[in-house]
């Protein structure tokens, strides 16, 4: 599964920063995570860092995007080894 970012995001600028597959951007109003490369930091931390630092809780899981946690560690591997997403 990727996160997806909901219309309550403040743009306070705290979740991109902390995401190691550099897969959060501003979009044309709030936020945006790319599926593509969202990892819901499997690989990396042990819980989303992004929903650990958003402090109004806008960072769900998209229904939209559903991964196992098998095709998630696949696609950490392919971003960390210089992979395209």
Do not use: W
């Amino acid at each position: 599964m990727a996160l997806l970012i909901n219309e309550l995001c403040i743009n306070c600028d705290v979740c991109a920063p902390e995401c190691p597959n550099r897969a959060i951007t501003q979009g044309a109003e709030i936020y945006e995570i790319d599926p593509r490369r969202c990892t819901e930091c499997v690989g990396h931390f042990a819980e989303p860092q992004c929903i650990e630092v958003c402090p109004v809780e806008c960072i769900l899981v998209d229904p939209g995007c559903v991964e196992t946690r098998e095709a998630l560690l696949t696609k950490y591997e392919r971003l960390t080894s210089g992979g395209n997403p």
